[in-house]
């Protein structure tokens, strides 16, 4: 059974503070994402990346930054983060560039205090 | 650029009624493909149903189905005989298929809740 893993489901941090989220997938997926869920916004693509070392800016990568180093581990870093990026963080994976759908880990509730 | 919208923020069914959501796009692209997701309240997101731009018949996926008006650049998705099971947040999105790197965009969403 096909598996993206998101290390933690609830984290609480500080502002100022420089937070990881962790994202692995089983499945050997060359693209990977992680996306941010608001209430009334949907979900808003940060970054992504299409193969190891690369990495890609979304619509909203102000704050964020990406490492991915391994193919299966796509990592969230947040250099110093602030309370506006408390958020459901969600990190997604795809086979390829084709029309083959996301499959989605559970979900990073971050709050920021 | 490319723009997914839903404009219904909830909508409200009895169970085995059917159900339409819907969802607009925007794209100049000639070759794309239209994703809908559930996302129930334990948060994960469960694919349901995708269409792709040159696909001739409307997709299904048992109860799901996709009426796909290429046209007028609407992706519906239709819930037949709802349960109750179906209540959930459900996203519509969309893939440029041809665009190296490209993601998905989604739509913010329409809530369904469905009553006995």
């Known amino acids: 059974d096909v598996k993206v893993t998101q290390s933690s489901r609830y984290l609480v941090k500080r502002t100022g503070e420089k937070v990881f989220l962790e994202c692995v997938q089983d499945m050997d997926h060359e693209n990977m994402f992680w996306y941010r869920q608001d209430p009334g916004l949907g979900l808003r693509l940060i970054y992504f990346?299409?193969?190891?070392?690369?990495?890609e800016k979304g619509d909203i990568p102000e704050g964020y930054s990406v490492s991915r180093e391994k193919k299966e581990r796509f990592s969230l870093i947040l250099e110093s983060a602030s309370t506006n990026q408390t958020s459901m963080y969600l990190c997604a994976s795809s086979l390829d560039r084709g029309r083959e759908k996301l499959f989605f880990g559970s979900g990073t509730q971050l709050s920021v205090l | 650029a490319q723009k997914i919208t839903q404009t219904q923020p909830g909508m409200f069914v009895q169970e085995k009624e059917a159900v339409t959501l819907d969802c607009t796009y925007d794209?100049?692209?000639?070759?794309?493909?239209l994703f809908w997701y559930k996302q129930p309240s334990s948060g994960e997101m469960i694919f349901l149903i995708y269409?792709?731009?040159?696909?001739?018949q409307n997709a299904t996926e048992g109860r799901y189905s996709l009426n796909f008006q290429k046209a007028r650049k609407s992706a519906n998705l239709v819930i037949s005989a709802s349960q109750l099971g179906d209540s959930a947040m459900y996203f519509c999105a969309m893939r440029d298929v041809n665009q190296a790197g490209t993601a998905l965009i989604f739509g913010k969403g329409t809530t369904l809740s469905v009553s006995s």
């Open positions: 794209t100049s692209d000639q070759s794309y493909g």
């Open positions: 269409q792709g731009s040159y696909d001739e």
């Open positions: 990346s299409y193969d190891v070392k690369m990495k």
